[in-house]
């Protein structure tokens, strides 16, 4: 049958991750469920921000808020700073050591930049180390090699919304493979509008440059050098017009990196790599509040942080039935922002790492995966995180997975060392976050069985799991008090120089402050699936579905806290092929009702509906084509905090345009 022969073309190969364990793998014998977002998806999607790809992954959620990064969630527990998942770019870290969470609108490459996403859903501290916690992202780009020509990208929609970019690689000629990309993008994600209770709410325009290099050199037939360098420098335009606490101000964000790779190939599945790679971000943000005159009190966040990370890796396959990998790496981060630190120096910490798994296979169908990273963290101190993993083939493209092990997340910069303080002169007029004394870092227990399957013949791609997870030290911040009141918690002692505000003094409950602390411990429990189908001439479609409950216990405070996860999250990418070379993509995404916790709030049951009209012209398989992207049919939609923000829907065209 053709439409059997063209399903069979598309799953010509098992998927390949080198996520899940840091060894090539299949999708099938992976000791871990893994998502992969292809460039197919990634283009019909119609999504011009990377952190929006992740509505494409059973469990997660998205979200974006004036007054911050985007943020990503897995199975519930999101709020402003997403510390719980790892996002690597090409296998780097990414997470700011300040807060740990992905800053992902400063991010130096662009959507256009990617060949695929992997994702690791759930804990992964056995191949990666502390903090692959909930999920492990890895932002994988096109490779120079595979690319040759110019191509140039043009976005733009209403409301002053553009995106433009360009892509330059190399000669095929050449010895040395390269690619030079760049953009520059500006959109109103939100604007000020009046809510219910006459209040006017934060707005929000970004503006943003991206420039990226990429170059690999064949230095021997054995050896590969690898370059990548990357900057991304912009503006946020956020407050409330006249308002004296929130006025109007331009936040400007610059963030830049260098990533050197060595690969040494000894035999076809055995090598050895080397890597380093140094990041930088800068923050400037500062105004004036004149909420109580005649004070003017001056504002700022301003940080600068960075990472230096060394790793060397070696894998090989020592008989049919024995594969292993083992590992090393070192890294150090600094973080400066004199208000959340109370002083003017540099904060840092070194921490190391060994890591390592072995996959045995004593008989055919049976894998057992072992694995594991020791790691000694300049806070924490050492940590291991097992892992094991038993898959068990029902055919050649079919398994059944049984894994579990045990994962941390030690706490950030900023959960380790926080004093934020407001000074007047030489006085703290107030302290807001306090980081409490030996905070210990979270740790899951957790166990999963999955099913992976591929069938050809059908062209479908079929992966469930059901799982279970015990999370203890749970880390989070609570109000505490420096007067002396039945039933709340006294603050630690305030720092000199402490001399708060008359109307803190004067209110009946006394000043106060956010204590971060272990604040007790829950259990997480659920299942997801998905389904991918793709048939040649008709099109592709993807279908996700998560239901997820929290139970919490008693010790933990936060009444939001079970509602953190929403029962059920789904998501559907329908890519129907059209004759004459046009192509429509629909894109659906829905929630329940839940709670983003501490700056977030209630957000009630969501339903986005995306849709992207194209068209391809030139040489088959070049990319060009021109398109027509509605993000948001619905219109402007509740995001992050129902009281508060509110996102505003896009309406774009671009042309995509190679040669």
């Not at 894998?367 to 594991?372: A, V």
């Not at 029902?394 to 997340?409: F, H, K």
């Not at 995306?610 to 948001?632: H, T």
């Amino acid at each position: 049958m053709p439409g059997a022969l063209a399903a069979d073309a598309f799953f010509d190969d098992i998927p390949i991750v080198l996520t899940a364990s840091r060894m090539a793998q299949s999708t099938v014998d992976a000791p871990v469920a893994v998502t992969i977002i292809d460039r197919e998806m990634i283009q019909a999607s119609g999504f011009t921000e990377i952190h929006d790809l992740m509505r494409l992954v059973p469990g997660f959620l998205v979200a974006d808020w004036a007054e911050g990064s985007p943020t990503v969630a897995n199975h519930g527990l999101g709020d402003a700073y997403d510390r719980r998942i790892k996002v690597m770019i090409d296998g780097r870290t990414v997470n700011s050591p300040l807060w740990g969470n992905t800053n992902w609108q400063d991010l130096p490459l662009r959507v256009d930049d990617l060949e695929r996403v992997e994702v690791v859903r759930g804990p992964n501290g056995a191949a990666y180390g502390v903090n692959a916690f909930q999920a492990v992202i890895n932002l994988i780009t096109r490779s120079p090699s595979t690319e040759s020509g110019a191509r140039v990208i043009s976005r733009l929609g209403k409301d002053g919304f553009y995106d433009h970019g360009f892509r330059v690689n190399g000669s095929t000629e050449s010895p040395i493979d390269w690619r030079l990309s760049g953009s520059h993008r500006r959109a109103d994600n939100f604007r000020n509008y009046l809510d219910d209770g006459g209040d006017v709410n934060p707005r929000e325009t970004i503006a943003r440059s991206v420039l990226n290099f990429s170059a690999t050199a064949q230095l021997s037939t054995r050896d590969e050098l690898g370059l990548m360098l990357g900057l991304s420098d912009g503006t946020s335009d956020r407050g409330i017009p006249g308002d004296l606490e929130e006025p109007l101000r331009e936040d400007d964000a610059r963030s830049n990196f260098l990533h050197l790779s060595w690969r040494r190939s000894f035999a076809v599945d055995s090598e050895l790599t080397v890597q380093y790679y140094h990041q930088d971000e800068r923050m400037r943000a500062s105004w004036l509040n004149t909420r109580y005159p005649p004070l003017v009190i001056p504002l700022d966040m301003n940080s600068d942080v960075r990472r230096d990370d060394l790793e060397v890796q070696y894998s090989a396959t020592l008989s049919p039935v024995w594969r292993f990998m083992v590992g090393a790496g070192v890294r150090r981060e600094a973080a400066r922002a004199q208000s959340m630190f109370n002083t003017r120096g540099t904060l840092s910490g070194t921490s190391s790492q060994l890591f390592g798994s072995v996959v045995w296979s004593p008989v055919e169908r049976l894998k057992l995966d072992l694995g594991g990273t020791l790691e000694d963290h300049h806070y924490s101190g050492s940590l291991f995180s097992p892992r094991f993993a038993l898959n068990y083939a029902l055919t050649p493209e079919s398994a059944l997975r049984l894994s579990g092990g045990v994962s941390y997340r030690t706490p950030s910069l900023v959960e380790s060392n926080a004093e934020q303080v407001l000074r007047i002169g030489s006085q703290i007029k107030q302290l807001f976050l306090r980081a409490g004394e030996d905070v210990q870092p979270e740790r899951v227990r957790h166990i999963e069985i999955g099913y992976a399957a591929i069938f050809r013949e059908l062209g479908l791609g079929l992966d469930a799991r059901a799982f279970h997870k015990r999370y203890t030290d749970y880390i989070d911040d609570q109000s505490c008090y420096y007067r002396v009141q039945p039933g709340r918690r006294m603050c630690p002692p305030a720092p000199a120089g402490y001399v708060p505000f008359e109307h803190d003094l004067n209110s009946s409950r006394g000043p106060r402050s956010f204590l971060i602390q272990n604040a007790g411990s829950f259990t997480m429990t659920g299942g997801e699936f998905s389904v991918d189908w793709h048939r040649s001439g008709w099109g592709r479609v993807v279908l996700s579905q998560a239901v997820i409950d929290i139970d919490a216990d008693r010790d933990i405070l936060d009444p939001d806290f079970e509602t953190s996860a929403p029962t059920s999250i789904t998501s559907l990418l329908l890519v129907k092929e059209l004759p004459d070379r046009w192509r429509a993509s629909l894109g659906y995404y829905r929630h329940a009702v839940m709670n983003w916790l501490n700056d977030g709030d209630r957000v009630p049951e969501q339903d986005r509906f995306d849709l992207k009209l194209a068209r391809s012209f030139g040489a088959p398989g070049s990319g060009s084509e021109v398109a027509i992207v509605a993000q948001s049919l619905g219109g402007r939609y509740v995001d992050f905090h129902e009281g508060r923000y509110r996102h505003e829907p896009r309406l774009f065209a671009s042309l995509n345009l190679s040669w």
